[in-house]
């Protein structure tokens, strides 16, 4: 059962593009959660989605950001638009239940240039 | 004031050494985890607890609900333990609870030969 896949691992992005971030959670998780980690700061919860639907997007920048969980294929982040203070660690996380453990993926670099 | 807080923020240990890591919370929680990184790494969960202690090889996590405190101990500490070790807690939110973690800022751990 492979573990909670993120692609890229690294990604390189100039300012104004855009940035996508894929999270494909393990077999039968249905629960994702995405965190940012700026440099030399701790992680931050963004959002939290159930398949096909965001539950929590509390922790999201208002602009520029999005976050989908479709009903087939990976969850991703969009990131328009990128600017500098972006570069950071993107980690998702994926769930069976509400409730349950949460397994991290090994996290998308993003830099933004 | 953070909702988490760990320490000591640094430590360094002699191989071998019993390492204790803290973590305090001031709201209420449903659970709490700890979780490991590596230098540029991504994050492995250590353990998610609710109650009393759990212990895996050389890693014991205890908590204290009614004190808010969590410790992480590790016995004979041994050189790749070295890594920034993270304490979150999922809140309590009005009686629903879901995974959404509250991280603290992470304690970083240096083991020596």
């Known amino acids: 059962n492979a573990g909670v896949m993120q692609n890229p691992r690294h990604l390189v992005r100039r300012r104004g593009q855009e940035a996508r971030l894929r999270c494909s959670p393990m077999k039968g998780h249905s629960h994702v959660y995405w965190y940012r980690q700026l440099p030399e700061e701790g992680l931050k919860f963004m959002v939290y989605l159930q398949k096909e639907n965001i539950i929590d997007e509390s922790g999201m920048p208002k602009e520029r950001f999005s976050a989908e969980f479709p009903k087939e294929g990976p969850s991703i982040l969009r990131i328009q638009q990128v600017v500098r203070g972006d570069s950071a660690a993107y980690f998702c996380a994926s769930s069976p239940s509400s409730d349950g453990e949460q397994y991290f993926g090994p996290g998308t670099r993003l830099t933004v240039t | 004031k953070n909702e988490v807080e760990q320490s000591p923020q640094n430590l360094t240990a002699q191989e071998g050494e019993f390492i204790t890591i803290n973590c305090s919370y001031s709201?209420?929680?449903?659970?709490l985890h700890w979780l490991q990184q590596h230098p540029g790494g991504g994050i492995v969960s250590l353990f998610m607890l609710s109650s009393g202690k759990k212990k895996h090889g050389r890693l014991i996590a205890t908590i204290n609900i009614q004190e808010k405190h969590s410790s992480l101990h590790i016995t004979a500490s041994h050189p790749r333990d070295s890594a920034v070790y993270i304490c979150?807690?999922?809140?309590?939110?009005?009686?629903?609870?879901?995974?959404?973690?509250?991280f603290g800022q992470g304690t970083i751990l240096t083991v020596h030969p």
């Open positions: 709201v209420g929680i449903s659970a």
């Open positions: 979150a807690v999922r809140l309590n939110a009005g009686g629903t609870s879901y995974g959404k973690l509250t």
